[in-house]
């Protein structure tokens, strides 16, 4: 993948979906992540390779087209709009910095869902133009996030100071997954984490499910979670009892 500053290379769309950041927005899914977590329910976005190259012009038309579903905020931008996932957007971050700077000069919310990263100019860049950024922790072990999922705790951390020197909404997420993620001492210390951050608004806990197996199939790639069992809904009741959400 060559990546011009001007364009993006997407792996997919879902229109007006409701379960990605504030309100009713079109999702954008980009093409390409560095990480490996092991209940990846996206791995055909991760390779580096393939998705469909879009000006930054034209995905602002597309998602324009939208706009009167994506309601009134109050304010200069929409309360729903437009929320780029992945992969891991952040890896095409100059375009992504130009796509939201036009979405806002257009009046259209902007939403990151990210794992996060060391906080650079690029980075900056994009966060200057999001409103909200859904922040997806993957462990609170350093350790572990190093050895599982290639991500890093420290980085994700300075990223979640990045958002508040920026003044983004965060929502932290945190995938629940048995036997991995649902500890309890493990989610009081995704609280303790979370507290650190006042601009970090609500918690996510979302069940660890078994709906991308037949993704990997066509893929012809081992799913690691595939003997362990979802995630039943009374574990996420219990777990955010305990953070009291
Ligand atoms: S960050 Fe997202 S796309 Fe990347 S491996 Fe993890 S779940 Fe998959």
Redesign the pocket.
């Known amino acids: 993948m060559s990546i011009s500053p001007s364009s993006l290379f997407v792996h997919s769309f879902q229109s007006l979906g409701a379960v990605d950041g504030p309100g009713l927005r079109y999702v954008i899914f980009l093409q390409g992540?560095?990480?490996?977590?092991p209940?990846?329910?996206?791995?055909d976005?991760?390779p580096f390779v393939g998705g469909t190259e879009y000006s930054v012009t034209a995905l602002c038309d597309r998602v324009e087209r939208y706009k009167t579903y994506f309601g009134e905020s109050g304010c200069h931008t929409t309360r729903g709009g437009v929320t780029v996932s992945?992969?891991?957007p952040l890896m095409q971050r100059a375009a992504l910095a130009e796509f939201f700077a036009e979405c806002h000069r257009r009046g259209i919310s902007t939403c990151l869902d990210t794992?996060g990263m060391e906080p650079d100019d690029g980075v900056r860049a994009v966060l200057a133009h999001t409103d909200t950024v859904l922040c997806?922790i993957?462990h609170t072990d350093a350790e572990f996030c190093r050895t599982v999922?290639g991500?890093s705790l420290s980085a994700t951390r300075s990223f979640l100071s990045a958002c508040g020197d920026a003044g983004c909404e965060v929502w932290v997420r945190h995938v629940v997954v048995p036997g991995m993620t649902d500890g309890e001492e493990h989610i009081r210390a995704l609280g303790v984490i979370a507290a650190d951050y006042k601009h970090v608004k609500k918690i996510e806990l979302l069940p660890f499910k078994k709906l991308c197996v037949e993704k990997y199939q066509k893929l012809g790639v081992p799913f690691a979670l595939a003997e362990t069992e979802e995630c039943p809904k009374e574990t996420i009741e219990r777990l955010r009892a305990i953070l009291g959400i």
Not at 39 to 43: D, L, R, V
């Open positions: 992540c560095p990480y490996r977590c209940y990846c329910h996206n791995p976005t991760k992945g992969g891991e794992a997806d993957k999922f991500t």
